[in-house]
């Protein structure tokens, strides 16, 4: 594996343990995230930047999911990007309603941290965003 693509395991390990301390080791200071999930929930597009704008990201969803949880089945190494593409679950803390969605998540690589996170909850338009035509 190439070190890309062990640092996004390294970050998806952290993030579905909701380590947000070990997921800021590998994102840029001025990472900007670009989260799928506030649409899954019914919300809308928001981008979160930097590391206290990830922190912000965790403690909002922290506030409405008991459970978050993302299993990808390919990470793929793009050079200064990485392509993931699987599924993500959640479970709402009041109401207990589970989600499952298709998801795929486009990370770009400056420094060897993560700088830019887009999720979508179509890993074909993931695939589009990372430069991958079928």
């Not at 395991?9 to 343990?17: E, G, K, L, M, S």
């Not at 909701?18 to 080791?25: C, K, N």
């Not at 959640?90 to 207990?96: F, I, N, P, Q």
């Not at 309603?97 to 690589?109: L, P």
Request: glycine residues 8%.
């Amino acid at each position: 594996m190439s070190e890309n693509v062990d640092a996004a395991w390294r970050a998806i390990d952290a993030y579905n343990r909701r380590d947000v301390d070990a997921l800021l080791v590998e994102l840029h200071p001025e990472v900007e995230w670009h989260p799928a999930l506030p649409i899954l929930l019914g919300g809308e597009a928001t981008v979160y930047r930097g590391h206290e704008g990830v922190r912000q990201f965790f403690r909002e969803t922290d506030e409405v999911l008991a459970e978050i949880h993302v299993e990808y089945s390919e990470v793929r190494d793009l050079g200064d990007r990485v392509l993931a593409t699987g599924r993500i679950r959640t479970r709402g803390k009041a109401s207990g309603a589970e989600t499952e969605s298709a998801v795929g998540v486009v990370i770009d690589i400056r420094d060897g941290k993560s700088i830019r996170v887009r999720t979508y909850l179509d890993p074909i338009e993931a695939r589009e965003a990372a430069g991958l035509v079928d």
